[in-house]
RNA sequence: GGCGCGGUGGCAGAGUGGUUAUGCAGCGGACUGCAACUCCGUAUACGCCGGUUCGAUUCCGACCCGCGCCUCCA
């Protein structure tokens, strides 16, 4: 069984899909006007996760990430760098798709793009039309809140309440303070597109639900995003689906925590934002997608050095027990996760990948002590279990001594070094010998001697 | 003001009505020429106050503190 906590009633429900043979899995994807950040970076890693997951367990499972590629911000970016906007948005789209494969995310099944689907957005906004569940007012169409009973089940909010904190000045046109933009007016020297309003562009909510109708039904299994998204952004998808196709739109909703900086939420308006680019000049990916998985997604994470540096400690132990004693002993063939392996287990319960870790860490610990028999068994077992956390993708002896600085020593002067030290320990030279392992040390070379031979990591 | 979340050992972070994860760091030991890796052992914990209970970190209530959403944001 698969739980999985769902927004909408707010506790953790067993996982039904609508059909088990194909489950549909949608994840809001960024509006690309520049570099993402860490933030950005934790639903792409957890609902990778959550994908690798279901892939195990379903045998088909559609899944899709758009790209929000026509928006005010981006045309703002535009008009302060003079770049036409397709250019810009595909520079951040491949970049980001660049930094999501560093930190070792499956691309999804399908990248849809808001602007390939202008066409469909009009025509669902034709529908709410037609519905009474929308309205054109001074170029604008915006969505009636009112004409939906149950608006605001997804944030747990009635339209009193909204009106009470309310931070924002009403527009005139509106009928109701709550109503949202499905679509608006774009001047000559903004981009647009012909619509039965005239020249605009979509609101930024309509792109989902439009995206989601056309390539993966009217009901889907599952949507994801960050916390933030509830809302306004996911009601108001809800209220776009289920009013248009008069059906429910999503089954379950799960959404991350996020990230903070000294505990305060990191955003692109605060200004506490690391750059996932800028952090893979410093770390390897996989380390960034550790520390993304040591805590339970709905949890905040504070974002440190000290977070990432135990990252890489908790994950080098695990390639330690791939690398060995020095004995080389190649993972069993054919080797398929049993359905209760512990691994399993915790992330059916919800995605506790902090769970599923500590069992890798148990299944390390077994292969480090086992003999040389049981070794390729345990060895197929750990790699398979970490293949559902994206994780020991790597081959161990290119982790431990991969370069990461600009000051790292090259591999032909270390195992120069090395052999310079082995002919001094056969000749019994100890203070030569750990006069060079010494001077390693200082390099951030760390030696072993294995039964194998001597053996080099960089720390 | 409305709605919601969280406070676990030095740090990070799971979990549970009683046997008290996991990783890093610490301490003692084994291994080693000495180390490193690994192994064995070990200390330190559940914000505060009440209640329920044979027993609560875990359930209930109040309180304190921190955070988030209500506006673009993952």
């Known amino acids: 069984m698969l739980k999985l906590h769902n927004t909408l009633t707010g506790t953790k429900d067993e996982f039904v899909p609508l059909d088990p043979n194909r489950i549909t899995l949608y994840v809001c994807g960024p509006t690309v006007y520049n570099y993402v950040h860490i933030g950005n970076a934790r639903p792409v890693v957890v609902f990778d996760v959550l994908y690798r997951l279901l892939s195990r367990l379903y045998p088909q499972v559609v899944y899709a990430r758009n790209i929000t590629d026509i928006d005010d911000k981006i045309i703002n970016a535009c ?113 647009g597109w012909d619509s039965p309003w005239g020249r605009g562009r979509p609101g930024w909510h ?50 991350n925590g996020y990230i903070n900086i000294d505990g305060e939420k990191m955003s692109k308006s605060l200004g506490n934002f690391r750059l996932v680019r800028d952090l893979l000049t410093h770390y390897p990916g996989e380390v960034l997608r550790f520390a993304l998985l040591s805590s339970h997604y709905r949890s905040p994470l504070n974002f440190s050095a000290d977070v990432l540096d135990q990252a890489r400690k908790s994950l080098d132990s695990l390639y330690y027990a791939l690398l060995g004693r020095g004995e080389n002993v190649v993972a069993a063939s054919g080797y398929r996760l049993p359905e209760d392996h512990p691994v399993l287990a915790a992330l059916r319960d919800d995605l506790n990948s902090a769970e599923a870790i500590s069992a890798l860490h148990a299944i390390a610990a077994r292969l480090n002590k086992a003999g040389p028999g049981d070794k390729p068994a345990l060895k197929a077992e750990l790699l398979a279990g970490a293949e559902l956390l994206g994780l020991l993708g790597e ?65």
């Open 79 to 191: 008009a302060q760098t003079g770049e036409p906007m397709a250019a810009l948005t595909e520079r951040f789209s491949a970049a980001f798709a660049e930094d999501m494969a560093a930190l070792n995310a499956l691309p999804p099944v399908i990248v849809p793009k808001a602007t390939d689907h202008i066409g469909d957005m009009i025509a669902m906004i034709e529908t709410l039309v037609a519905k009474d569940h929308a309205y054109a007012a001074d170029g604008h169409v915006l969505f009636a809140v009112e004409s939906m009973p149950d608006y605001g089940k997804l944030s747990g909010r009635n339209l009193e309440d909204m009106l009470a904190g309310a931070r924002v000045e009403v527009a005139d046109y509106k009928r109701h303070p709550g109503d949202f933009v499905l679509w608006k007016p774009s001047s000559d020297h903004q981009p």
């Open 395 to 459: 081959d161990p002896t290119g982790w431990f001594q991969a370069a990461g600085g600009d000051h790292d020593l090259d591999a032909a002067y270390i195992d120069a070094l090395v052999a310079e030290r082995d002919q001094a320990k056969k000749s019994r030279d100890f203070a030569r010998a750990d006069q060079i392992r010494d001077q390693l040390k200082d390099a951030g070379v760390q030696l072993e001697d294995t039964r194998e031979g001597t053996r080099w990591t960089r720390a």
């Open 206 to 255: 309509i792109e989902c639900s439009a995206m989601i109708h056309k390539h993966l039904g009217d009901v889907i299994d599952i949507h994801g995003g960050g916390q933030d998204l509830i809302f306004p952004h996911h009601e108001n998808e809800i209220a776009q689906g289920c009013c248009a196709h008069g059906t429910e739109y999503v089954r379950y909703w799960m959404h």
